[in-house]
């Protein structure tokens, strides 16, 4: 695979869902590399049946179409590429406003946090493998929220959210170019999709991801569907699902929500 393959960018003014859109087009047969931008979604969607919102031209909203070499156990690997390499950009242009404040880190599985820990993205990954036609691998589309320039303070979010998420334009102090932070994610994405095809690549993006979470060494609670329990974030494995240390020994998390918790609980 050619370093970058991120060159097919379909622009959306409005659309429901970006990951809808390149859903739709992975079952028409579009091939790895696709990238949708909208400027307003009207039916954003966020993990767990959540919903994504922003207001139209404040934030990147972008979706990615990956056919990853990937098997069941290791396709979380997919959102980690995408998160690393939003987290390259920020760092490569310098959006977060760098110095003092510290740097942006990983909250496991996939969001993007500022060094206060509020959430600065969020990364949702669809996969459809019903629609694998022969001579290419099943679609996975991963699509990313990163809140740009809304909100621009604190007042702009709806009252459940402030003091949860934040903008790199609160962390810069002034606004940020949109369409540099995506040149600077669609390049930085290259690199980081061609490690999905070596043993070596994977263990270096399990390990980028483990150097940027946030969660390690974080008492947390695990939301499972069939229940909850609690314990200490202690490590990321080489498929970059997370380990969790409980009173009744290491639990491994692959899909999840997990919250951080203060010691008391
Ligand atoms: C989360 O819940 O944290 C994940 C949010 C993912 C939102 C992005 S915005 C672009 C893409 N299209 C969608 O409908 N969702 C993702």
């Given at each position: 695979?050619?370093?970058?393959?991120?060159?097919?960018?379909?622009r959306?003014?409005?659309?429901?869902?970006?990951?809808?859109?390149?859903?739709?087009?992975?079952?028409?047969?579009?091939?790895?590399?696709?990238?949708?931008?909208?400027?307003?979604?009207?039916?954003?969607?966020?993990?767990?049946?959540?919903?994504?919102?922003?207001?139209?031209?404040?934030?990147?909203?972008?979706?990615?179409?990956?056919?990853?070499?990937?098997?069941?156990?290791?396709?979380?690997?997919?959102?980690?590429?995408?998160?690393?390499?939003?987290?390259?950009?920020?760092?490569?242009?310098?959006?977060?406003?760098?110095?003092?404040?510290?740097r942006?880190?990983?909250?496991?599985?996939?969001?993007?946090?500022?060094?206060?820990?509020?959430k600065?993205?969020?990364?949702?990954?669809?996969?459809?493998?019903?629609s694998?036609?022969?001579?290419?691998?099943?679609?996975?589309?991963?699509?990313?929220?990163?809140?740009?320039?809304?909100?621009?303070?604190?007042?702009?979010?709806?009252?459940?959210?402030r003091?949860?998420?934040?903008?790199?334009?609160?962390?810069?102090?002034?606004?940020?170019?949109?369409?540099?932070?995506?040149?600077?994610?669609?390049t930085?994405?290259?690199?980081?999709?061609?490690?999905?095809?070596?043993?070596?690549?994977?263990?270096?993006?399990?390990?980028?991801?483990?150097?940027?979470?946030?969660?390690?060494?974080?008492?947390?609670?695990?939301?499972?569907?069939d229940?909850?329990?609690?314990?200490?974030?202690?490590?990321?494995?080489?498929?970059?699902?997370?380990?969790?240390?409980?009173?009744?020994?290491?639990?491994?998390?692959?899909?999840?929500?997990?919250?951080?918790?203060?010691?008391?609980?």
């Amino acid at each position: 695979m050619p370093e970058t393959v991120f060159t097919d960018v379909r622009r959306f003014e409005t659309i429901d869902s970006t990951n809808r859109y390149l859903l739709d087009e992975a079952r028409t047969g579009a091939p790895e590399g696709v990238v949708a931008v909208a400027d307003h979604q009207t039916a954003g969607r966020g993990r767990l049946g959540r919903s994504w919102e922003a207001p139209a031209g404040a934030n990147l909203l972008i979706s990615v179409l990956l056919r990853p070499p990937l098997g069941h156990g290791q396709r979380h690997l997919a959102t980690t590429a995408v998160a690393l390499a939003a987290m390259d950009a920020i760092s490569t242009t310098g959006a977060s406003g760098g110095g003092a404040s510290g740097r942006v880190g990983i909250k496991w599985p996939n969001d993007l946090v500022a060094p206060d820990g509020r959430k600065l993205a969020g990364v949702l990954a669809e996969a459809d493998l019903t629609s694998v036609t022969p001579g290419s691998r099943a679609p996975v589309v991963v699509g990313i929220g990163i809140n740009v320039n809304w909100p621009a303070v604190d007042e702009d979010l709806p009252p459940e959210l402030r003091g949860v998420a934040t903008s790199l334009r609160q962390l810069a102090g002034v606004p940020v170019d949109r369409e540099a932070l995506l040149a600077a994610l669609l390049t930085a994405l290259g690199p980081r999709v061609a490690s999905f095809a070596t043993e070596a690549g994977k263990v270096q993006l399990a390990g980028d991801l483990r150097s940027a979470c946030t969660t390690l060494g974080t008492p947390v609670r695990v939301d499972l569907p069939d229940g909850s329990f609690t314990g200490t974030a202690v490590s990321v494995t080489d498929d970059g699902h997370l380990v969790v240390g409980t009173d009744g020994g290491p639990r491994t998390v692959v899909a999840g929500d997990v919250v951080h918790v203060r010691p008391d609980g």
